[in-house]
T-cell receptor
């Protein structure tokens, strides 16, 4: 089983739509969780950390379910500028972050 | 906003040559990393570095690779004898602690011909 697994997509959605991405991780001892965003041929950029209680940052909401080892990201009111690859990232205590393969989002006008 | 700086942005080298990729992490960060991303593939961990020594390395980080922090600001990745399959984007990252996210540099695109 992959350490961090994501649906590669692509998710093609119209502007204004709500879209949700899911991610599962294999190591139950994982301690920290993040969503990163990566534009084509650019570096990953931290979008938000993910906390057990769930957290929101503007149009973005992240949820963590430790029992199911599942992380989600919800984007409301999608903008064209949200088009990117979204990376689920887990710190499994190995002193380094482990990246999923990413889910590609394309927001269409 | 503080940033991680990488140079060069693009390097082309012949197979068998040595390359050194350079990074300047954020000044008050204590943990440093190298990752790579082959075109179309996921971001892969190479090595982490703390207190002037390697904390952890992946199976990719074999004897061909080495890292150094020569002067307290630069953090370098050396590939001794490059292979075609070393062609990738190499990202440097740094963090203030072990639980927060990392800040990544804009990467060095290495092309081995």
């Amino acid at each position: 089983r992959k350490e961090v697994e994501q649906d590669p997509g692509p998710f093609n959605v119209p502007e204004g739509a709500t879209v949700a991405f899911n991610c599962t991780y294999s190591n139950s001892a994982s301690q920290s969780f993040f969503w990163y965003r990566q534009d084509c041929r650019k570096e990953p950029k931290l979008l938000m950390s993910v906390y057990s209680s769930g957290n929101e940052d503007g149009r973005f909401t992240a949820q963590l379910n430790r029992a199911s080892q599942y992380i989600s990201l919800l984007i409301r009111d999608s903008k064209l500028s949200d088009s990117a690859t979204y990376l689920c990232v887990v710190n499994s205590g190995r002193r380094a972050l482990t990246f999923g393969s990413g889910t590609r989002l394309q927001v269409q006008p | 906003e503080p940033e991680v700086t990488q140079t060069p942005s693009h390097q082309v080298t012949q197979m068998g040559q040595e390359v050194i990729l350079r990074c300047v992490p954020i000044s008050n960060h204590l943990y440093f990393y190298w990752y790579r991303q082959i075109l179309g593939q996921k971001v892969e961990f190479l090595v982490s570095f703390y207190n002037n020594e390697i904390s952890e390395k992946s199976e990719i980080f074999d004897d061909q690779f080495s890292v150094e922090r020569p002067d307290g600001s630069n953090f370098t990745l050396k590939i001794r004898s490059t292979k075609l399959e070393d062609s990738a984007m190499y990202f440097c990252a740094s963090s203030a602690d072990l639980v927060g996210g990392y800040t990544f540099g804009s990467g060095t695109r290495l092309t081995v011909v």
